[in-house]
């Protein structure tokens, strides 16, 4: 009867901690996973942010060099419109 009970006792205590190390490990997997997803989406939210950021100053630093480069050609224009090509006064023959 001793044998039995020693038997089972040792069944019950394997068994168990086969089943603590087996919860124990499952715990680990699952925190582990935990930390590298949330790392992982971390990175991916960092990494959109800043190629929004990017597109953003792009867009900004485009779009201000057109407002730019629009504006010139309008100075262009108007200061072309003012030139005048040769003189028509008597002392700007006496210069040339």
Do not use: Y
């Not at 060099?65 to 028509?88: M, Q, R, W, Y």
Request: with cysteine; hydrophobic share 45%; glycine share 6%.
């Amino acid at each position: 009867m001793k044998g039995i009970i020693t038997a089972v006792f040792l069944f019950l205590t394997i068994s168990g901690c086969a089943s603590v190390g087996a919860a124990i490990d499952t715990v680990r997997n699952v925190a582990a996973t935990a930390v590298d997803t949330t790392v992982q989406g971390a990175a991916n939210i960092a990494s959109a942010v800043a190629e929004d950021v990017v597109d953003t100053t792009s867009f900004v630093i485009e779009t201000t060099a057109g407002v730019i480069d629009e504006a010139a050609k309008k100075v262009d224009e108007e200061t072309d419109a003012l030139s005048v090509e040769k003189p028509d006064f008597p002392t700007g023959e006496l210069k040339e």
